[in-house]
């Protein structure tokens, strides 16, 4: 069944009863992706007792992220190579994925993605923003994560069948920015660098992961939580906008948080006032202080 997925792209997410009612519809994966920090094996005990059912568990260490070194932060981006067998085995399809493989019939409209979690999207942001990186357009976020689901809907800890999916990544390397390159555009006219931590946290009186406190010189505090609502519900269209009103009009706007993960939650809301070409510093704060 062809469904039309343009309200939902447009919006950047969905709602437990449009998702409810399409878990059974072939173009739709859904991607579970709760973590904690502070308890990194979490998101998977959590996973394994009761999820949305069909939805498959991406972990942020382990899929979402790529092995941590000296630098490049706490969460390097993951191997594109690894990523992409792991969206295939979920069923996922792109767009041209007939294109290029000449053996692949019939695939209809590309797959539409939807991640959750319950972190007010600090994980499925990173998961929504890798796939746009790969060049995957058509994934969304579940409004209100899974306790507004759980609390209206079935929930079942059936792990589903791997899929094979036909998924080919397109990785858009202009989204993103290393530290010489954030160190030689930062201060440009034109050029804003947002922090996405909380406030304390970018002033230098909080540190409670990386070694050393405070933030790039030169960035402005957008924290992160103000995305969303305390339960988890994106704020309005009107009410990103004028959260981001005052960058509208710059000529580029450079993203980061600790390690490049929440950071993916502001990018997310750029998109949905329209900001579309924000960049993401992915080794973020854990990045820069390994070289102070």
């Known amino acids: 069944m062809d469904i039309d997925h343009r309200d939902q792209l447009v919006s950047g997410v969905v709602s437990a009863e449009w998702l409810y009612e399409h878990l059974d519809d072939p173009q739709v994966a859904i991607a579970d992706c709760r973590f904690s920090l502070a308890d990194p094996e979490l998101g998977q005990r959590q996973y394994q007792e009761s999820h949305i059912p069909g939805a498959y568990y991406f972990d942020l260490n382990r899929d979402l992220s790529g092995p941590v070194g000296q630098h490049g932060g706490r969460h390097p981006l993951p191997d594109v190579g690894t990523l992409t067998e792991k969206l295939r085995a979920i069923g996922v399809h792109s767009s041209n994925s007939s294109l290029e493989n000449p053996d692949l019939e019939n695939l209809g409209e590309p797959t539409l993605v939807v991640a959750y979690d319950n972190s007010r999207f600090a994980f499925a942001a990173r998961f929504w923003w890798l796939l746009r990186y790969l060049g995957h357009e058509h994934v969304v976020i579940l409004e209100g994560g899974f306790s507004n689901w759980q609390a209206n809907y079935p929930v079942s800890n059936a792990i589903p069948e791997p899929k094979v999916g036909s998924f080919v990544p397109h990785v858009q390397g202009d989204r993103i920015l290393d530290i010489e390159a954030v160190k030689s555009r930062k201060d ?104 102070l």
């Open 188 to 291: 440009r006219p034109g050029v804003v660098l947002v922090d996405s931590r909380e406030g304390d946290r970018y002033r230098g009186e909080r540190e409670p992961i990386d070694p050393i406190a405070g933030h790039i010189p030169g960035a402005v505090n957008y924290p992160w939580q103000m995305v969303t609502t305390s339960e988890g519900q994106v704020r309005s269209l009107a009410e990103q906008q004028q959260h981001w009103a005052e960058l509208a009009h710059v000529e580029e706007i450079i993203v980061y948080c600790g390690s490049g993960v929440t950071a993916c939650v502001n990018l997310f809301s750029l998109e949905m006032a329209g900001i579309r070409d924000a960049k993401l510093y992915p080794g973020s704060w854990s990045d820069w202080c390994s070289y």
